[in-house]
């Protein structure tokens, strides 16, 4: 028996449910705390530290499918520093590969009408695999055997359970996911039904689980594009991804409730759970201002001068690995400055360090070779960076090993 997309009801809890819950209101915190968060950053500083959290997301969204590879191991891969042993080089590839997949989301910055298309979300899952070894490939059975191979941008062909549930048929998913991208588009839904529509629809690609692997890494970097998409300007300094990882139990225990069929008259008039939705979409908000909140604090202004201070002041305590030359005090101000301006004049910058011009160009030298600031040339302006060895005076907590 084929599954239509109405299988998918409700696509939205309904505006009765919604009157009820605290979803609206959520929607609109969301709103607000990225814009503010917006307003905190220089466009030049967000692009440095969207960078930099590619490789926090890639940690955390692999993290929920049981590759814990860790940030500094991911980084060890960047610089073509693998380890020894293949499992973990694979795995430290598929990290890689999902950077990758970021950086051209970001270079791509789609739209909605791009990113609600067969096409492209067939497009993000190719890109993902076309970069990871061949040996992620397989499918295998809890024996260990190999029943199976992913086809990298293709539609499963043969049904999956995922967990208890039993997702449609491979003979329908072109056609749901069709009926899945004209549903969810975003134009269709006005004020705070967009945000709410965002989440809904995670969970109803994870039901319809379109392809034989990847669809939760898949589905994530889906969701980064769209909540960019809608105007969430701030989303790349934060990330779903952390609190979804932070809280990974619940986030698939919720993923699974609202798999749920209808539960009597009470339960919206859909065949799925209106219950389960809205609970689902609770949490999904929820986990989204705690994140936006949580980048927001560690970015205030007054607080990050003072973890610069206390990285300048464990630098000339010898106590940040592998730096053996202490840092002059007056670093502070230009480094603070870089962070908020994103970037600094030469002139600006040697004016910052309140020393003679000689010592000046001396320290400012000192900063870009420890890869504090960086230059594209010997005349362009100095860029705020955020170098491996001060990860954790400048971001305490941000991973487990931060």
């Known amino acids: 028996m084929s599954t239509s997309i109405s299988a998918l009801t409700p696509y939205l809890p309904s505006d009765n449910a919604l009157g009820k819950s605290s979803l609206p209101d959520q929607a609109v915190e969301l709103n607000k705390l990225s814009a503010g968060l917006m307003g905190q950053i220089s466009p030049i500083t967000l692009a440095t530290l969207s960078q930099y959290m590619s490789v926090i997301n890639s940690f955390y969204s692999n993290l929920i499918e049981g590759n814990a590879t860790r940030p500094h191991e991911i980084r060890a891969a960047q610089r073509e520093e693998y380890s020894d042993d293949p499992i973990k080089r694979d795995l430290q590839k598929e990290s890689l590969a999902h950077i990758s997949v970021q950086q051209w989301l970001r270079e791509k910055s789609p739209d909605v009408d791009t990113i609600y298309s067969t096409a492209f979300i067939k497009e993000l899952h190719m890109r993902f695999y076309q970069q990871i070894p061949e040996s992620l490939w397989l499918i ?78 898949v589905g994530r970097l889906l969701t980064d594009a769209v909540l960019k998409a809608v105007g969430l300007d701030s989303y790349g300094a934060w990330f779903l991804s952390r609190g979804l990882a932070k809280s990974s139990v619940n986030y698939k225990a919720l993923l699974a409730t609202a798999d749920a069929p209808r539960q009597g008259d009470l339960d919206g008039r859909g065949v799925l759970t209106e219950k389960g939705l809205l609970g689902f979409c609770d949490y999904m908000l929820a986990t989204a201002i705690d994140q936006v909140s949580y980048i927001s604090h560690l970015l205030d202004l007054s607080l990050l001068r003072k973890r610069i ?58 900063l870009k070779k420890d890869g504090l600031l960086s230059e594209t040339s010997s005349k362009s302006p100095l860029r705020w960076e955020i170098p491996e060895h001060a990860e954790a005076f400048y971001f305490p907590q941000l991973t487990p090993e931060l």
């Open 140 to 217: 295998k059975n809890e024996k260990g055997d190999v029943v199976d191979k992913v086809v990298p941008g293709e539609w499963r062909t043969c049904k999956v359970d995922v967990g208890r549930h039993i997702a449609p048929d491979h003979e329908d998913v072109n056609d749901l996911m069709e009926g899945f991208c004209d549903i969810y588009h975003s134009k269709k839904y006005q004020g705070d039904r967009k945000l709410i529509a965002v989440m809904a629809a995670h969970h109803r690609f994870t039901w319809i689980h379109p392809f034989i692997d990847g669809n939760g890494r």
């Open 309 to 366: 201070d206390a990285y300048i002041q464990a630098r000339n305590d010898f106590r940040v690995p592998n730096m053996t030359e202490s840092l002059k005090t007056n670093a502070a101000l230009v480094l603070h400055t870089a962070f908020i301006q994103g970037e600094l004049e030469r002139a600006q910058a040697v004016e910052l360090c309140a020393m003679p011009e000689r010592s000046a160009r001396r320290l400012l030298s000192q």
